[in-house]
């Protein structure tokens, strides 16, 4: 056993010993992960591998992670028989705290239940460690006190021991320091605390300074997410060492209750957030490429951005046999990986994050050595700082608890005020407000020139250019020659309603008319003579607009409720009529009457000629690349004016 009693060092194999690659091989218990860092032949790589449901497939998956990292096969072969002789003593660990916390469950007529936080009626409670003792840190009409339990409603809450955590815990050293950082934290200010936060991310990160100030006003923002009960998440994507890992690990040391894991699974993550109350931490996953290929994942995640949704589940128990219960899914969440999620398979997902782009660079510091100091004096003073910060973070939730946070308007709608306004509300009347607006309006234009790029944005431009006279009455057959009069490519044999374009690959006529029938409101076909039409409404094509002005700037006190419902402009061509397309499973019905339409457009009229060039031109002078963010709005709108910040009091 390590010094750490939550971490068990792990024996090596002989084999293993004499290949001399291996630093550490050791079992968290508080993290449930096995973590095995490799030596200076392997670029002092660090592999962490969760213990799964069964042991099997925990060899599958430390198996997995060891081949992601680029280990040998021989060498993954020597690091999994250790692992397999040390079965034993992890899974032993793992049952004695189980049947610990069944023992403290079953004590007694009261039920009781572990927990890191409990918001009550009246009170919030968060689980520390003080001393080597855990407590409950709780604040009950601005009294601050430790606190051995909590009661209400008949039920007893105890605070998490130091191996039952998943995540880091709060530790002080003594009830002395406790005290002194208290208060500090009494005269502490969000802008105080953002300053520092800032400071601490500027060591570790090399990035803009757009991004180091939404780290920071993400890590502070989820001290109270509960309060707010919206989030956005953040997906840092690049090529290996560009520093996306230590983004999340930032985040990890700082933010609240933070759980960081690579390969997470459903499990996981369930058992980390718990069926008892919402808000229990947040999440950090890395290596997260294959996230896409998890529909259990996919599911919490794009449920997970907001509270009051749970997911059910079946949980074994022994005495009564099967018991249902509702898992938490909310809570702020980073991923990293290498590439973003699939665009079709992800699109609700993706929907929901903030899309960074990482780039090697040269911090001041690595935060890796830091976080694994090994009794080096200046990486120790430096985690110390870190600990010091979090610990009155978490002290300074505890004594704003009670804090209304007012409403805000914003000049932003829907989605983008999904993501962004719940940070804005948190630092409204604030100095770092002023800081934060600006950022916010760029990563709001940098997604909207996202959608620039996207088959619905082009969709967007054939409909303004074929209905700037007025005409919003069009033959599908129209629309479809127009479409392949505007883009490079080429028909597909013996599948005369397809089209194989060179930018958004293979596309159908009745592809086309689903998506402008369900994400541009068009009215259903109506049938005129032999060819369909499809009627299209001005209002609608308006605010369709306003998803791609890209020279917006956020401002507070001015309200865009006018927008419609979001119309899925981001990147997508529905799956359903794609498979179908690709399957050539489009039904008799559908096919003959589009073979009327195609004998309709070899008699269409120049006009339709000239649209379709108008529209490519317009597509290759406001849009030359996929990079390039200066779009150029059919409406020509121009940014609005900045307006007064006001206020909407509302109630938590």
């Known amino acids: 056993m390590a010094d750490d009693d939550s971490v068990i060092k792990l024996e090596l194999t002989d084999k293993l010993k004499q290949e001399q690659v291996v630093s550490r091989y050791e079992y968290y218990l508080r993290t449930g992960n096995i973590v095995i860092q490799l030596n200076h032949k392997y670029d002092k790589k660090l592999i962490t591998s969760p213990l799964e449901s069964d042991w099997p497939k925990t060899i599958q998956t430390l198996e997995k992670q ?45 039920k009781k239940y572990y927990i890191q936080k409990y918001r009550g009626k009246d009170f919030l409670a968060e689980a520390v460690i003080v001393a080597g003792t855990p407590f409950f840190a709780t604040n009950n009409d601005g009294t601050i006190k430790l606190e051995e339990s909590v009661q209400e409603y008949n039920e007893t809450f105890l605070p998490l021991t130091n191996r039952m955590y998943l995540n880091r815990p709060y530790v002080f050293k003594s009830k002395q320091e406790f005290d002194d950082l208290l208060e500090k934290a009494k005269t502490e200010t969000l802008d105080g605390l953002y300053k520092s936060v800032k400071s601490e991310w500027q060591k570790y990160n090399a990035a803009d300074d757009n991004e180091i100030s939404l780290c920071t006003a993400d890590t502070i923002y989820t001290y109270k997410q509960d309060s707010i009960g919206m989030t956005h998440y953040l997906f840092f994507v690049g090529m290996p060492e560009s520093g996306k890992s230590n983004r999340l690990l930032v985040f990890n040391l700082l933010a609240y209750r933070n759980m960081f894991s690579a390969d997470m699974t459903p499990s996981n993550i369930f058992r980390f957030l718990g069926p008892l109350q919402e808000g229990q931490g947040t999440i950090c996953e890395d290596e997260a490429d294959d996230l896409d290929e998890s529909p259990q994942k996919m599911k919490i ?32 969440k980073a991923f990293a990986a290498e590439k973003l999620p699939d665009s079709i398979k992800a699109k609700g997902f993706r929907e929901r994050t903030v899309e960074i782009k990482c780039q090697a660079g040269s911090p001041k510091y690595d935060i890796l050595e830091v976080a694994n100091a090994a009794q080096e004096e200046e990486f120790e003073d430096q985690l110390n700082e870190i600990n010091r910060l979090r610990n009155i973070l978490l002290l300074f939730r505890l004594l704003h608890n009670n804090d209304k946070i007012p409403n805000i308007k914003l000049n932003i709608a829907n989605r983008e005020k999904q993501l962004f306004k719940p940070i804005l509300r948190i630092f409204q009347d604030t100095k770092t407000s002023r800081e934060l607006l600006p950022v916010v309006s760029h990563f709001v234009r940098e997604r909207r020139s996202k959608n620039i790029d996207t088959f619905h944005s082009f969709l967007y ?14 033959a599908t057959a129209t629309i479809w020659q127009t479409i392949k009069n505007s883009l490079p490519g080429s028909d597909i ?22 998506i402008l029938m369900t994400d541009f409101s068009a009215d259903r076909p109506k049938h005129r003579g032999k060819s369909k039409e499809l009627v299209f409404k001005e209002e609608k094509l308006r605010s369709l607009d306003k998803k791609f002005n890209v020279n917006l700037e956020v401002t507070v006190g001015e309200s865009d409720e006018s927008h419609e419902s979001d119309a899925g402009l981001d990147g997508y061509i529905t799956q359903k009529f794609l498979d179908e397309e690709i399957e050539g499973l489009n039904d008799e019905s559908e096919s003959n009457s589009d073979i009327q339409d195609k004998n309709v457009e070899k008699t269409m009229s120049t006009e339709v000629a000239n649209t379709s060039s108008n529209v490519s031109k317009a597509t290759h002078a406001t849009h030359p690349t996929q990079t390039d963010a200066h779009f150029s709005s059919p409406f020509d709108s121009k940014p609005p004016p900045r307006p007064q910040m006001t206020n909407e009091d509302s109630s938590q």
Not at 493 to 508: A, D, M, Q, V, W
């Open 493 to 514: 044999p013996k599948r005369p309603l397809s089209y194989e374009s060179s930018e958004y690959g293979t596309i159908s006529q009745k592809q086309i008319t689903e």
């Open 461 to 474: 431009r054939v409909i303004k250019q074929l209905t700037s006279k007025g005409h919003y009455q069009l």
């Open 301 to 332: 995640y794009k449920s997970g951005y907001t509270t009051g949704i749970r997911v059910t589940r079946n949980d074994d128990e022994t005495s009564t046999g099967r018991r249902q219960d509702g898992y938490c899914t909310f809570g702020f």
């Open 66 to 110: 060891l081949k992601r990292r680029g280990v040998n096969p021989k060498l993954i072969t020597m690091l999994t028989d250790s692992a397999d002789n040390n079965a034993e003593v992890i899974l032993g660990n793992l049952q004695s705290i189980e049947e610990e916390i069944e023992n403290n469950i079953k004590t007694g007529k009261e």
